[in-house]
């Protein structure tokens, strides 16, 4: 019987990148170093490439910012999104770079074959394999699921304290 991940990669025909462990493990090294794994949401009457929304929309991401281009244009080859260059913040300091992947499935593939390797973002990487794969980010969907907008929401918030700067005091969540 196909495990859930399987699943969500037959998904839309979708084909997962084939990398060794060693890759696996750098790749894992990497996101919990530098990088930040959740659900995050989309603002009310965002609009997006391909929608208008009137609802907060919730959707898994990852993400890694670095001074290294080479490192994160190596991860866009090997697993797809996207390197923007977010330039020097401060004078004297080195340009920063910004890799963001979007993709449902990449991350799911992702978060699956790096949990083994990580110590500080595993936590993370598990709440965001719960994600539903084939629910849209947004309210309009023509199939709901049972998994509601508070499940979004529930994962959102769990990513939103794992994530959080600091001492790790209460974090007050803002009406959306």
């Not at 500080?120 to 309009?140: G, S």
């Amino acid at each position: 019987m196909p495990s859930a991940v399987e699943k969500k990669l037959a998904w839309r025909n979708f084909v997962p990148p084939v990398l060794t462990k060693e890759e696996w493990a750098y790749i894992a090294g990497f996101l919990d170093g530098e990088g930040c794994i959740g659900v995050y949401t989309r603002s009310k009457n965002h609009m997006g490439t391909r929608q208008i929304t009137g609802a907060v929309s919730y959707r898994p991401r990852i993400s890694v910012t670095n001074t290294n281009k080479e490192v994160l244009l190596w991860m866009q080859s090997k697993l797809g999104g996207v390197v923007r260059d977010r330039g020097q913040i401060r004078i004297g300091w080195k340009p920063i770079y910004h890799w963001n992947l979007q993709n449902v499935q990449m991350i799911f593939v992702i978060c699956e074959n790096c949990i083994p390797y990580m110590h500080v973002k595993a936590e993370q990487a598990r709440i965001v394999l719960q994600f539903p794969f084939n629910v849209q980010c947004n309210n309009w969907t023509v199939e709901k699921t049972t998994f509601t907008e508070a499940g979004k929401r529930s994962l959102y918030e769990a990513t939103l304290r794992l994530n959080k700067r600091g001492d790790g005091g209460v974090y007050a969540l803002a009406d959306q």
